[in-house]
């Protein structure tokens, strides 16, 4: 069955870092752009970060110098090293595939979707 599977949220204080992990199953990572999404409470799910097939990234602005996307291929895994975590930070965060290689900025260029990590940050 193809899936994605997120792990790495937890409870962090303000500060703090933490890395997410996307692990994908059967033949559906390499030849995809990839995103990680994010979901506050009442808010509408954003675009955090997203990478190419060959490495190009992009973020929004609000994490940009603090978050950082990257893929294995080998390992068919996609990451996000979060560092200086703030509360506003708070949130699920969703892997996704994209249907292109190329960098993709709506949630309708993703077919494929993970179930989330919750992350929080609070003291």
């Known amino acids: 069955q193809v899936q994605l599977v997120e792990s790495g949220g937890g409870l962090v204080q303000p500060g703090g870092s933490l890395r997410l992990s996307c692990a994908a199953s059967g033949n559906i990572f390499r030849l995809n752009s990839m995103g990680w999404y994010r979901q506050a409470p009442g808010k509408k799910r954003e675009l955090v970060a997203a990478?190419?097939?060959?490495?190009?990234?992009n973020y929004a602005d609000s994490v940009k110098g603090r978050f950082t996307i990257s893929r294995d291929n080998a390992k068919n895994t996609l990451y996000l090293q979060m560092n200086s975590l703030k509360p506003e930070d708070t949130a699920v965060y969703y892997c996704?595939?994209?249907?292109?290689?190329?960098?993709?900025?709506?949630?309708?260029?993703?077919?494929?979707w993970g179930q989330g990590t919750q992350v929080t940050v609070s003291s």
């Open positions: 990478i190419t097939t060959g490495g190009t990234t």
């Open positions: 996704a595939r994209s249907k292109t290689p190329n960098l993709s900025y709506r949630s309708t260029d993703y077919d494929l």
